[in-house]
């Protein structure tokens, strides 16, 4: 069984920073894809950015040059660095992890198919 675990949300001004981080634990000997998702109220979930287990990253147009991916020491550790946070950035973001890609697109942030595991999601508002 796996369990999928993020941290790091909370409340920033607009133009602040904010870093999640994702922890997968429990059957690990694979490596997972890995990603990030967000859900503001009333709207549908939405991909803000991926690592593969190949490795491909994947970012939405929405938070490019803005959100930062990346893996931690372990394979099981995913970081989203998140700058120059607007408003409408504010919302539920949940971690994701799939043993596939994770097949979303970056210009809509649409899934594509439903995703394996997920974290109980973590807050993030922003205020103007």
């Known amino acids: 069984q796996v369990q999928v675990t993020e941290s790091g949300g909370g409340s920033v001004q607009a133009g602040g920073s904010l870093t999640l981080s994702c922890t997968i634990s429990?059957?690990?000997?694979?490596?997972?894809?890995m990603g990030w998702f967000r859900q503001a109220p009333g709207k549908q979930r939405e991909g803000v950015a991926s690592?593969?287990?190949?490795?491909?990253?994947t970012v939405a147009d929405s938070v490019k040059g803005r959100f930062t991916v990346s893996k931690g020491n372990s394979k099981n550790t995913l970081h989203l660095q998140m700058n120059s946070l607007k408003p409408e950035d504010t919302a539920t973001y949940y971690c994701?992890?799939?043993?596939?890609?994770?097949?979303?697109?970056?210009?809509?942030?649409?899934?594509?198919?439903?995703?394996?595991?997920w974290g109980q999601g973590t807050l993030v508002t922003v205020s103007s």
């Open positions: 429990g059957y690990t000997y694979i490596t997972y894809s």
């Open positions: 690592i593969d287990m190949d490795g491909t990253i």
């Open positions: 994701a992890a799939d043993p596939r890609p994770m097949d979303w697109v970056p210009s809509t942030g649409r899934m594509n198919r439903i995703l394996d595991k």
